[in-house]
């Protein structure tokens, strides 16, 4: 059974930094990209930043040199270092991984970023 598991969310200024962890089990981690995505209130859920197997980046523009994507296949976990926060990145962040049949997301952790 896929489980993610996201922690690191919470209240910071503007400005401010935050690194979430995604920890993930019943998958072949090391084999899998894995995304960040994230849901403002009111707003569709949106690509943040994804990581490929083989160590490729993706990134919003809006995060672009503020947010950096990681895993440690060693641990099983995925990283969003987030530097330089701002109002606007307020959202609840999940991970995601695609399985053989389906996507899989993890529960969501809030990021709070106050002006």
């Known amino acids: 059974q896929v489980q993610l598991v996201e922690s690191g969310g919470g209240l910071v200024q503007a400005g401010g930094s935050l690194k979430l962890s995604c920890a993930a089990s019943?998958?072949?981690?090391?084999?899998?990209?894995m995304d960040w995505y994230r849901q403002a209130p009111g707003k569709q859920r949106e690509l943040v930043a994804g990581?490929?197997?083989?160590?490729?980046?993706t990134y919003a523009d809006s995060v672009k040199g503020r947010f950096t994507i990681s895993r440690d296949n060693a641990k099983n976990t995925a990283y969003l270092q987030m530097n330089s926060l701002k109002p606007e990145d307020t959202a609840v962040y999940y991970c995601?991984?695609?399985?053989?049949?389906?996507?899989?997301w993890g529960q969501g952790t809030q990021v709070t970023v106050s002006s």
């Open positions: 990581l490929t197997a083989n160590g490729r980046t």
């Open positions: 019943g998958i072949f981690f090391s084999s899998k990209s």
């Open positions: 995601h991984v695609d399985g053989l049949l389906r996507a899989y």
